[in-house]
């Protein structure tokens, strides 16, 4: 670990206590946590303050299109054991709401920051960090981020000769290939769900051949490489072969898959697959989902889903049918406004289910679900679906700022 014998200079305290006192001043005023806010002020005063408040941290990033949020708290709390963390575990996870998160961390020995994909290389370069995590790429707010192939050519270009350590999905070709110019891979079998981002190879454009579990390009030979660390139902297998149990209060193939990938950087820094997997089981929610709250006399589970990749995790882990199931989708400019992926997620894996419709979007949603052939009832909010929905657990599935407006309609 780097000694923090350099202090942060004049400008850069003064900065650090500017973006703190606006943040103060905007949660005061009610405008929610106040980091990007607070972030984005002290990064004016001093550009260079993200790689001043990196120096003295062991940072590991943690980049995807789908469980970065999660990821990031899992190693973050098996990292608890070999010390103090910082992290960003809100989700503002731009230069803004990073600078913010390690302002409040003077005292840490490791920084866990998630970072959104098209901000990995920059903060890569200003944070120097020991270790990068990424889970996988899939299409996500078309009209925001670049096509799913672009954004890891840039990943690709930003982790070229890089000294991190990086730990990668082997089961996701465009991970495979942005991680592959890095000279330190720890490859993970992490699994992947959704396959529809990657049937042309990334390398040269030829058709993947996806026998089983494998994946290989029959025209440039680029595969599959031989992972260290595999999700095995519920245990994780290390290097040595040893299966070691997952131990998780979240639901969910996906999240034992992030708990796969946590344990892999958690060993980079010597914590033991078992001390860092019991330590994962702490995570109850992560900010709010999977959370189960009582509302109008009964308990609704909220999950966020936000693209194909996510909704179709989703699916699999509600209870089944005949439980009611309500669904929600904005297109504000935090989820993108262009909802065409909507055709892209299979929403005949609802059938049986009761479903209510809700959100800015519930019009478009309903045409899908129409052509779809679910039967399904619109309502003008919560309320109103919470009203009429048969009774039992309600799973409620909404996209990022719907899933935000239900956490304030429902006092979470």
Not at 91 to 110: C, E, F
């Amino acid at each position: 670990m780097a000694g923090n014998s350099d202090p942060l200079s004049p400008r850069a305290k003064l900065a650090v206590t500017a973006g703190k006192a606006v943040a103060a001043a905007s949660r005061a005023a009610g405008r929610g946590s106040g980091s990007v806010i607070g972030g984005r002020v002290a990064l004016k005063l001093d550009p260079d303050l993200l790689a001043r408040l990196a120096q003295h941290l062991d940072v590991i990033l943690v980049s995807a299109t789908n469980g970065k949020t999660t990821t990031t708290r899992l190693i973050a709390e098996a990292l608890r054991a070999a010390g103090p963390v910082v992290s960003n575990a809100l989700g503002a996870n731009m230069p803004a709401g990073i600078t913010s998160a390690l302002a409040g961390g003077s005292d840490a020995r490791y920084a866990v920051i998630e970072v959104d994909e098209k901000y990995l290389a920059g903060v890569a370069r200003d944070t120097d960090p020991k270790a990068i995590a990424l889970l996988n790429l899939s299409r996500d707010q078309l009209d925001r981020a670049a096509e799913t192939r672009m954004l890891a050519e840039h990943w690709r270009e930003g982790l070229a000769g890089s000294k991190s350590v990086v730990i990668a999905n082997a089961d996701d070709p465009l991970v495979v290939w942005a991680a592959s110019s890095s000279p330190n891979v720890v490859w993970v079998a992490a699994g992947q769900m959704w396959k529809d981002d990657a049937w042309s190879c990334p390398s040269c454009g030829g058709v993947m051949q996806r026998p089983g579990d494998d994946w290989f390009c029959g025209e440039c030979g680029f595969r599959r490489p031989t992972p260290s660390w595999a999700l095995d139902g519920d245990h994780v297998l290390d290097p040595h072969g040893s299966a070691w149990p997952i131990h998780l209060q979240l639901p969910g193939r996906a999240n034992k898959a992030n708990a796969a990938s946590s344990a892999a950087v958690a060993a980079v820094f010597g914590v033991p697959p078992q001390v860092a997997l019991e330590r994962m089981y702490q995570v109850q929610a992560v900010a709010g989902r999977y959370d189960v709250v009582q509302f109008m006399q009964r308990d609704l589970r909220l999950l966020l889903a936000k693209n194909p990749a996510g909704w179709l995790e989703t699916f699999s882990l509600i209870d089944p049918p005949p439980t009611p199931v309500i669904l929600s989708v904005n297109a504000r400019g935090a989820d993108g406004t262009d909802t065409s992926w909507l055709w892209d997620v299979d929403y005949t894996r609802l059938s049986g289910h009761p479903i209510f419709v809700i959100g800015d979007r519930k019009l478009d949603l309903a045409v899908r679900l129409e052509v779809a052939n679910q039967t399904f009832q619109v309502c003008e909010n919560l309320d109103q679906a919470v009203q009429i929905a048969p009774p039992g657990r309600i799973e409620v599935i909404a996209n990022y700022t719907a899933f935000q407006d239900l956490r304030r309609r429902v006092g979470n």
